[in-house]
């Protein structure tokens, strides 16, 4: 349960401090490819900096939008076949650097992301 600051609407700041920790926890620090597609043929390629199962941060000449909704081809190391994301919109961009979240992936390539991450982790 979600404790609250009776002189605010905010979450106490150890709830949010325990989230922050475990975004961090599930990110892997690599470098790998990263082709997006979007509306009207838009497209581009990234270099992904960081990864996890539910985003990525990635930097790309192309200039991106806040709020633009893209599909992903993510080329993992030792993986054959790239990680296919149905849905990922960019949550923020600073310079040639932006976030994404991932809003639609199946399990099945979920599953090869979270086995990335924890085959590095080892």
Same mark, same amino acid.
């Given at each position: 349960? %979600? %404790?609250?600051?009776p002189?605010?609407?905010?979450a106490?700041g150890?709830?949010t401090?325990?989230?922050?920790?475990? *975004?961090?926890?599930r990110?892997?620090? &690599?470098?790998?490819?990263?082709?997006?597609?979007?509306?009207d043929?838009f497209?581009g390629e990234? @270099?992904?900096?960081d990864l996890s199962?539910?985003?990525?941060?990635?930097?790309?000449l192309t200039?991106l939008?806040?709020?633009? @909704?893209l599909?992903?081809?993510?080329?993992l190391?030792?993986?054959?076949?790239p $990680?296919?994301i149905?849905g990922a919109?960019?949550?923020? $961009?600073?310079? %040639?650097s932006?976030?994404l979240?991932?809003t639609?992936? *199946?399990?099945?390539q979920?599953?090869r992301?979270?086995?990335?991450?924890?085959?590095a982790? &080892?």
């Amino acid at each position: 349960m %979600t %404790t609250q600051d009776p002189k605010s609407n905010r979450a106490s700041g150890s709830d949010t401090e325990a989230a922050t920790a475990e *975004r961090r926890g599930r990110r892997l620090s &690599l470098s790998c490819r990263l082709f997006f597609f979007g509306e009207d043929d838009f497209e581009g390629e990234a @270099t992904i900096l960081d990864l996890s199962t539910g985003g990525c941060q990635a930097t790309s000449l192309t200039e991106l939008q806040i709020g633009t @909704t893209l599909r992903l081809s993510l080329f993992l190391q030792d993986q054959q076949w790239p $990680v296919r994301i149905d849905g990922a919109m960019v949550r923020w $961009v600073h310079g %040639t650097s932006f976030g994404l979240e991932f809003t639609e992936i *199946r399990s099945a390539q979920r599953e090869r992301i979270r086995a990335v991450i924890m085959k590095a982790k &080892l």
